[in-house]
């Protein structure tokens, strides 16, 4: 994967103080502690240990407690902690950095209780990047690097630890989808076929009850990751609709063309609502190498006559759907300043800030909620939301908060909890990078 094109971020205390009040009251601090909570929230403590925790801050687990900085000979830390949809159990990396180079990687789950994590992927070969759990909680899907290698491997780990598979490989990039009716993915491999004519590809992957791969023959495009819709019965994808032009495309539950729906030129990013048959979709700029465009919301009820419900969202940098469906919050990447005129780094690096803004996918109308400075983690994971989306969930289960890694006024690194109404202030909750809420 390729790291962030974006700048040192550098935070301007004054423009975030100002953005801090627009007109919203303080949280009490009652709030925290006699707050409806909902669901749990999974991060990577800043010691390089997994915790879960509610909104609230109350009923924290340690879910490891063996990481640590490089001593006798070895580092150990873990990554992405990643949510089951069916049952809230919890997959995470573990990493072993040892002093002559090499990397030992694995891979845990959570019990059935949501407890005592068990290994169920080892190597010192094959080093996950991402994961993303079957539907049914069976299987943790893992996508494998290994060094030296130009391609990537799609694995399946048995959440009791009892079985790992490979079951594709490809070129880089590797993005995919899994069936909500059963154990299918579709894939989308080697980016797209302009410039990968002999490696780009996408296809169904039947992974039960025998794996079998069947091509699309379609051509893929620039995004990034294929969108079941929740029922199952169709799929958004981008294809070459001929002579080069890119379009966004639905097709039935075997890939099969059913609607063109836009044509265009950049990169496009798109997700079904949770509970519905509208779909956000993110036009994205042709001169950008990242997905940053405008938004917009497409109603599927009638797949042979779409409406398009227009935003005045534009350079949005990242979405996810709220799960009740009616509301979508997004970020747009915000070039404060430059440092260098009249800042203290006597640099001319350009100062980025999110704005968080939340739209309704009714009316299509938009509310800024938040200007904040990113942690470098979350930055990065926006990068791939178009992927991250579909196996992560910034909302809260009842769709009143999300979780928000950024910097606080005093400069520490961690999670805010941040109403979606836009009416109370962001609260600091804890110390991280990153974190993810509970589905459930």
């Known amino acids: 994967m390729r790291r962030l094109l974006l700048p040192l971020i550098v935070l301007l205390s004054g423009l975030a103080a100002a953005c801090a009040s627009n007109g919203r009251l303080p949280q009490s601090p009652l709030t925290a502690a006699l707050g409806r909570k909902v669901g749990l929230i999974a991060y990577v403590g800043l010691d390089g240990n997994v915790y879960t925790i509610d909104q609230g801050g109350g009923h924290q687990s340690m879910l490891t407690d063996d990481a640590h900085p490089m001593e006798n000979g070895v580092a150990r ?7 089951s949809a069916h049952d809230n159990r919890l997959a995470f990396i573990g990493r072993e950095v040892h002093e002559d180079g090499t990397l030992e990687s694995t891979v845990f789950a959570t019990d059935a209780d949501g407890e005592i994590p068990i290994q169920i992927f080892a190597s010192d070969e094959q080093h996950p990047i991402y994961l993303y759990w079957s539907p049914t909680a069976q299987w943790v899907s893992i996508l494998t690097s290994s060094p030296g290698s130009e391609l990537l491997a799609m694995q399946l780990a048995a959440a009791d630890g009892s079985d790992t598979s490979i079951v594709d490989t490809g070129p880089q990039p590797f993005f995919w989808d899994w069936s909500p009716q059963g154990m299918e993915v579709m894939t989308h491999v080697g980016g797209e076929a302009a410039l990968n004519p002999d490696g780009a590809r996408l296809s169904r992957l039947q992974v039960d009850p025998e794996l079998r791969e069947i091509g699309l023959g379609i051509a893929p495009t620039r995004f990034q990751a294929p969108a079941y819709s929740p029922d199952g019965e169709y799929i958004l994808l981008a294809g070459d609709g001929g002579g080069g032009q890119q379009q966004l495309m639905l097709t039935d539950a075997n890939g099969v063309l059913q609607n063109t729906l836009i044509d265009y030129e950049g990169t496009v990013a798109f997700a079904w609502s949770p509970k519905g048959k509208v779909a956000a979709v993110l036009d994205g700029d042709p001169n950008s190498e990242l997905i940053i465009g405008q938004l917009s919301f497409m109603d599927l009820r009638e797949p042979t006559a779409p409406v398009t419900i227009e935003t005045d969202a534009d350079q949005v940098f990242g979405f996810f759907w709220a799960p009740n469906g009616k509301k979508l919050a997004y970020f747009v990447l915000v070039q404060a300043s430059a440092a260098g005129d009249g800042g203290e780094t006597g640099s001319d690096t350009p100062v980025y800030l999110l704005e968080l803004h939340v739209a309704d996918a009714k009316s299509g109308d938009t509310k800024r909620i938040w200007v904040f400075r990113p942690t470098q ?8 939301f178009g992927q991250y989306q579909r196996s992560t969930t910034i909302w809260s289960p009842d769709s009143n908060y ?32 990153l974190g993810f809420w509970s589905w459930e």
């Open 377 to 384: 983690s979350f930055l990065d994971f926006l990068v791939y």
């Open 77 to 83: 830390f873990y990554q992405f902690p990643t949510w």
């Open 402 to 433: 999300l979780v928000i890694p950024a910097f606080s006024s005093s400069d520490a690194q961690g999670l805010a909890i941040v109403p979606a109404s836009g009416n109370f202030e962001p609260r600091f909750l804890i110390e991280a990078g």
